[in-house]
């Protein structure tokens, strides 16, 4: 999961750029004040839908890259999602029985 695409446009009469990261079941919508801070934001906020799905075994795939005009590649960082995928893994095979949440 190394990036994902997410329409990102600019609005003059409210001077930021709106982010939309379409093919989400929950959609991810954000916003910036640059086309940068844009990019983060949406990074920000797809990792936490993941976490998510992730924490409550919600199955989800990302959506595929779209090259259309507005789209752009958004980073995004494996690590913050590993650590609910693996309490996933342990609570699935037993491993975390007994223990408290």
Known sequence: MNSVSCRITYCEEDG?????????????L???????????MAGEA??????TYLEHDIPFTLPPENDGPDFHSVSLDPWPAFAPWLCGVRRQSGALQGLRR
């Open 16 to 28: 930021c750029w709106y982010v939309e990261a379409p093919g989400f079941y929950d959609g991810v």
């Open 30 to 40: 954000t916003d910036g004040t640059t086309l940068e801070h844009a990019k983060e």
């Open 46 to 51: 797809v990792r936490g839908l993941v976490e």
